[in-house]
């Protein structure tokens, strides 16, 4: 157990649906990142929030979007789904630079 | 896109040989790390070097980082079964950058 929570762990759902994972930063970690993991774009950050605020955006389409609560957990939301989302989406905290990340075990989206 | 570029993208050793990966990247860098990831699990953040440091031991790990060069290199030595996974250099501006990573198979 990493310390990072991200529920749930597998999902299938169809084209055109909309989904929320979610993300438990490890105790501490005020930083919490999104990255996408599919066999052909490798490993890619979407975004980062820190103390609930937006703090950078990456290869993140306006179809997705996130938000960071006061608790410091963390949902990323998916929308008009297509074939192409299908992949592993990992999230991340950190205590900040220049300490490594924590990445959760990741949630597999399927979508069909 | 990736910062950091693994050289070889997939190695294949024998149990008790030491495997050598390489990572090249192309701007300035706060520090460089690498992660191991399990097939379809999480990344494990293994070791971080900082731009003033040149190597840095962990267990059997020995990462270096030539910042004239823009390259990095971990050596994992007496490498065992349990070592087979992907490797992944990252850098560090505001946020973790990954490289395509390396598929190290560790035969028993």
């Known amino acids: 157990d990493s310390g990072v929570t991200q529920t749930p762990k597998h999902l299938i759902t169809a084209t055109g649906q909309r989904v929320t994972l979610r993300c438990s930063p490890r105790s501490g970690d005020l930083s919490v990142y999104w990255y996408q993991q599919s066999l052909d774009q490798g490993l890619q950050f979407l975004i980062q929030y820190y103390n609930g605020e937006e703090r950078a955006k990456g290869n993140i389409l306006e179809r997705f979007s996130a938000q960071q609560f006061p608790d410091l957990h963390s949902e990323l939301n998916l929308s008009s789904l297509e074939l192409g989302d299908s992949a592993l989406y990992f999230c991340a905290s950190s205590q900040g630079n220049p300490y490594g990340y924590t990445f959760g075990s990741g949630t597999r989206l399927t979508v069909v | 896109s990736q910062q950091g570029e693994e050289d070889p993208q997939a190695l294949s050793i024998q149990e008790g040989e030491n495997a050598t990966m390489n990572c090249s990247y192309k701007?300035?860098?706060?520090?460089l790390q690498w992660y191991r990831q399990n097939s379809g699990r999480g990344l494990v953040h293994l070791i971080l070097?900082?731009?003033?440091?040149r190597e840095k031991h962990s267990g059997r790990l020995r990462v270096t980082l030539d910042t004239s060069k823009k390259s990095s290199s971990l050596l994992i030595t007496a490498s065992r079964a349990a070592d087979t996974a992907s490797y992944f250099c990252a850098t560090v501006d505001s946020r973790l950058t990954f490289g395509e990573g390396t598929q190290l198979t560790v035969n028993p």
């Open positions: 070097i900082r731009s003033n440091e």
């Open positions: 701007t300035s860098i706060n520090n």
